[in-house]
């Protein structure tokens, strides 16, 4: 069956700009994560939601980082005001609700800032 | 908060060796620990997990770890490695509804 699906794969912008970035989990999965891998580093966590609502966003570095799950499927993180400092890897994750249930990770967005 | 540590940046072995990536954790509680892989230019995959019952557990790719409480360690083990095996291998915990990961240990299989 179809994985996570995250949009765009990559994404150039310039230093102060705005983006977007989308992810599309596996269908009938309640949580979906956000995470943001640097170079050499582990991923680490930005927000997690349950449904619609965002349970923690307790990983948002500032208050550029904002993310919404409107209809309890898709959801996009929003960058505002972009800094160099943020280009990474950013990763979703879907799962069912509980330990028991592995998340699983989409291929992630290389956002580079220039 | 829980967290754990993979105290090695890379692991280089030959093909057909056995293969370990080394895990600790500290932790409240009873942990709930995990292992992913992540191959180049793709998202992390899912290996196995422990959450009770047997110390030893198995999961994809004849990869299985060894959950040791008195050693906090819950080591990434296969038998006979692969070229194919060389990737970035993350242990990691539950926390609070969410995983939090380790530094990850890049592995190198020489064929």
């Known amino acids: 069956g179809a994985g996570v699906s995250q949009t765009p794969s990559n994404k150039v912008t310039e230093k102060g700009k705005y983006v977007e970035l989308r992810c599309d989990p596996i269908?009938?999965?309640?949580?979906l994560y956000w995470y943001r891998q640097s170079l050499g580093q582990g991923p680490e966590f930005l927000i997690y939601f349950q449904g619609t609502g965002a349970a923690d966003d307790s990983g948002l570095p500032n208050d550029r980082f904002f993310a919404v799950r409107p209809e309890g499927s898709v959801s996009t993180l929003k960058i505002q005001r972009t800094e160099r400092g943020d280009s990474a890897v950013y990763l979703c994750?879907?799962?069912?609700?509980?330990?028991?249930?592995?998340?699983?990770f989409g291929n992630g967005t290389r956002l580079t800032v220039t | 908060a829980q967290s754990v540590a993979q105290p090695e940046d890379q692991v280089n072995v030959a093909e057909g060796n056995p293969l370990t990536v080394k895990c600790t954790y500290s932790?409240?509680?009873?942990?709930?620990l995990f292992w992913y892989v992540q191959y180049p230019n793709r998202g992390l995959q899912f290996l196995l997990k422990y959450i009770t019952g047997d110390n030893l557990v198995k999961g994809s790719y004849g990869f299985e770890a060894e959950f040791n409480k008195s050693q906090t360690s819950f080591h990434l083990k296969k038998p006979s490695a692969l070229v194919s095996d060389s990737a970035l291998y993350f242990c990691a915990v539950w926390n609070d509804y969410k995983l939090s990961f380790g530094a990850g240990t890049t592995v190198t299989v020489r064929a």
């Open positions: 269908s009938g999965h309640t949580a």
């Open positions: 932790v409240s509680g009873n942990p709930y």
């Open positions: 994750a879907s799962s069912l609700q509980g330990v028991n249930s592995p998340l699983h």
